[in-house]
């Protein structure tokens, strides 16, 4: 077979090749029975061959589906209900382009985004909100702050220190943190002793000339995926229920890009026009969250659908 190229066989290349060398004996009937029953088990074993090679290569429309299967299952990239096996194909390929990006914000939304949820955002406390244009490239939106005065975007935390001169709309942690950051309003100048910081959402801390509103936990690693309007043509207009397949693949999916450190804190699906979660209202009106930073909106508009994450 040496002047055959193994990718040019035939299913019938080892028949056809016996039958060019038969000698008179095994061009009789018996004779070529034996020789075609030993060419074909060969033709078998080069096509398998062909076929376990195609089989380890997601190329488009070379792989057969349960092949595909297990390479995304090697590769942690799932096929999505009603995906093409071209599709996917595609996807699996890309796989050393899309890891880089696990454990960030671009990772979360890419790989919801190739489930079909085109419309999401990322909502960090402390953070900001993230979204991916056409192109999939991130987009991190200056996003308002509700908790008073002019809408500007959200502070970083500062740590407490003696005599510090603070500005209307800073943001304090306390040295060291307690768990919880505090904003004034106002602005003023810090005492020299750091007073015992009050940690009920909306409480009053009074410290020199200063006053700081308790305003949430300090995680800045917490964040709440929210899937908004137009919703995913499958639903009809209408969000599945929590606890339903999708939903629990919704979950999944955040869990395994999102990074390790951090806490998805709820999946919402709200109605056109709600509120917002740490100030950041993304596509929504600037409507405020409830004190506990669970609730969506402010009861004026149909209730949203929430998912556990």
């Not at 407490?160 to 919880?180: C, E, T």
């Not at 999916?253 to 209202?281: D, N």
Request: a positive charge.
């Amino acid at each position: 077979m040496s002047g055959i190229p193994f990718q040019q066989l035939t299913p019938s290349e080892w028949q056809t090749y016996y039958q060019s060398i038969a000698t008179s004996q095994t061009q009789q009937p018996v004779g070529n029975a034996i020789s075609m029953a030993f060419a074909a088990v060969k033709d078998y074993l080069a096509l398998r061959i062909r076929l376990s090679i195609k089989s380890k290569l997601p190329l488009p429309g070379l792989a057969p589906p349960d092949a595909l299967t297990a390479i995304g299952q090697e590769r942690g990239i799932y096929a999505n209900p009603g995906e093409t096996d071209l599709a996917y194909a595609v996807r699996l390929l890309n796989a050393w382009a899309v890891w880089p990006y696990a454990g960030t914000h671009q990772g979360v939304l890419r790989a919801l985004y190739d489930a079909g949820y085109t419309n999401v955002g990322i909502i960090q406390q402390l953070g900001g909100w993230y979204t991916l244009d056409a192109n999939q490239n991130l987009v991190v939106t200056p996003s308002p702050r509700s908790y008073f005065g002019p809408m500007s975007p959200l502070k970083n935390p500062v740590s407490w220190s003696i005599s510090a001169v603070w500005n209307p709309g800073d943001v304090l942690v306390p040295s060291p943190r307690n768990g919880f950051f505090y904003v004034t309003s106002l602005g003023g100048n810090s005492g020299t002793t750091q007073p015992t910081w009050k940690t009920s959402v909306g409480s009053i801390t009074d410290e020199g000339s200063v006053r700081w509103q308790c305003k949430g936990q300090d995680f800045w690693s917490q964040f709440a995926v929210v899937i908004f309007t137009p919703y995913p043509t499958a639903w009809g207009g209408t969000p599945p229920a929590n606890g339903t397949s999708e939903a629990l693949r919704v979950a999944s999916l955040i869990r395994q890009w999102k990074s390790a450190h951090s806490t998805c804190v709820r999946i919402v699906i709200p109605t056109s026009g709600e509120g917002s979660l740490w100030g950041y209202p993304g596509p929504m009106t600037s409507k405020t969250w409830a004190t506990t930073k669970t609730l969506w909106g402010d009861n004026t508009s149909p209730a949203p659908t929430y998912w556990t994450p």
